[in-house]
């Protein structure tokens, strides 16, 4: 019997981890839709800044953060989350990070890394190598103001000319099962870079810069500002990215951990159902034994 209530405190174990993962799927299926929209109105908003740039009649060259250089350090920023429990996705971060051929090219003197996430942050200084900043614990409620802390550390290396490019490794959402990670480039500006950022959609009149239009203040402030506002956009999009990537992640996990303990509960109850049918069989053995044993 002690046998008996061993597996029924099992299962009665397991079905408790199955209503926690259950609650957790369903908050991070919750969570999800929410980043994944704010994620959509994000990049629409860096398509309007681009219109914007659109119709100031900008040109690549005339943009401050479109600046070719030959000397600086590259700065890698690669994010993943600060919590576990979704899936490969950070590692899936790293394993880019190191791989990448950019960041095997170059000594460790020529580049510089950030981190986004205590995930990223714990790998690569597991590996030896020591992020020069590390941004951890970001709220879940990030937004665009939280990300000029971000942005100006970014912009005060590109303002002292100690940086030359900037590429970041970071999840991209594709719907609730599927996320890839993608290694792009931030800066300099450019054709290419932006098109890697926005899909046709939210390129609206393409980065072809057209018909002027009056501006107020003058022409070159706006083209400054709007600048700065459409790195800060891309930052803040690839940190609602990450959250939609992670949520997704974390739905699917906890999915298949729900799974997994049903099929245990599954295995446990035959099993206790056999061991049970085992016991009472024995004791009707023994019952009829000692009757058996009395009538002689």
Partial sequence: MAFLIDIKKKIQSVQGTRKITQAMELVAASRMKAFQRRALA????????????HQSRAEWAELPLAEKRAEGKTLFIVVTSDKGLCGSLNQQQIRALFRDERWNALNPDERMLFTIGRKSAEACIARGVKPERRFDGLKEDFKPLDALVIVHEILSLWNAKEIKQVIMVAP?????FTTRVRVKTYLPFGHEMIESHLNEDALRGGTEFGPSVITEPERETVIEKLSFQLLEALVTHAFYELKASEYSSRMVAMKHATEAAGDMIKALTLEYNKARQAAITQQLAELAGAGAAMGT
Wanted: hydrophobic content about 45%; cysteine-free; charged content about 20%.
């Fill in 172 to 176: 991209e959402y594709v719907n609730a």
């Fill in 42 to 53: 994000t990049r629409a908003y860096a398509g309007a800044l681009l219109e914007g740039l």
